[in-house]
């Protein structure tokens, strides 16, 4: 399972990126590993899911319409710091589309969170 994650990940890391037929039924099954116990596995999902969304609106719209937004604002929060950098910028990716996009990331309660981060004491 790691190795198909990774896998996964990187295919959508680099530029050109895979079509986005190609790599949409990966969504659903990328946002259910982000649960996995294996912190690697987990870790590497969030990373293809930031690749992913990086790009035109229809890359962002795909990964808000996995409903994945609210885990990916929690995850700004957790203490395994290992997450928060995918996480950040898959919510710099949803707020840099329409302002709608954005709109779910503020109700999903990205604002805290990032603020928190800024923090130069932490």
Not at 21 to 41: F, N, R, Y
Not at 54 to 77: A, H
Not at 82 to 101: E, L, S, T
Request: proline content about 7%; hydrophobic content about 50%; overall charge negative.
């Amino acid at each position: 399972m790691q190795s198909a994650v990774w896998a996964l990940s990187n295919l959508c890391r680099f530029k050109p990126q895979p079509a986005i037929e190609h790599i949409a039924a990966a969504v659903p099954v990328l946002v259910l590993m982000i649960q996995h116990p294996d912190l690697e596995i987990a870790l590497d999902s969030v990373w293809a899911l930031s690749y992913i969304c990086d790009g035109p609106q229809e890359r962002v719209q795909l990964i808000i319409e996995s409903g994945v937004v609210s885990t990916i604002v929690q995850m700004l929060g957790i203490e395994n710091t290992k997450f928060h950098m995918p996480a950040i910028r898959i919510v710099g990716n949803i707020c840099a589309g329409i302002d709608k996009q954005t709109q779910i990331t503020i109700n999903a309660g990205c604002l805290p969170p990032i603020v928190n981060l800024l923090d130069p004491k932490k």
